[in-house]
């Protein structure tokens, strides 16, 4: 396997973890925040807080996960198709007519 295919696979992984911890730490404060503000949690909605608040820089950590989560999955894209357009040429395509 090429090495920069393994290193954005590594990176992608530990994206993937760093958005799991960060969305169950915002949704944890989300929990505790609705025992204290009854109305902060809606069907159709969710306060995120002042700036400055917990809530909110929790989401804010959350927002930056999913960024880089999305980051590392396009450069894992793009080292795959790196790799089948330099094997990508040995293809053969044939027709078979009758």
């Known amino acids: 396997m090429h090495s920069y ?3 954005r696979k ?4 530990k994206a993937v973890r760093r958005y799991t911890l960060a969305d169950m730490a915002w949704r ?3 929990e505790q ?5 009854p109305g902060a949690v809606g069907r159709s909605y969710l306060m995120i807080g002042n700036p400055g608040s917990r809530v909110r820089r929790l ?6 996960a999913i960024q880089r989560l999305t980051a590392a999955r396009a450069k894992l894209h793009e080292a795959r198709a790196r ?6 040429d040995a293809h053969i395509l044939l027709i078979a007519r009758h």
């Open 83 to 88: 790799i089948c357009g330099q094997q990508g």
């Open 59 to 64: 989401f804010d950590e959350r927002d930056r």
């Open 10 to 13: 590594r990176m992608l992984f």
């Open 28 to 30: 944890q404060s989300l």
């Open 5 to 7: 295919l393994e290193i």
């Open 33 to 37: 925040a609705a025992t204290l503000v």
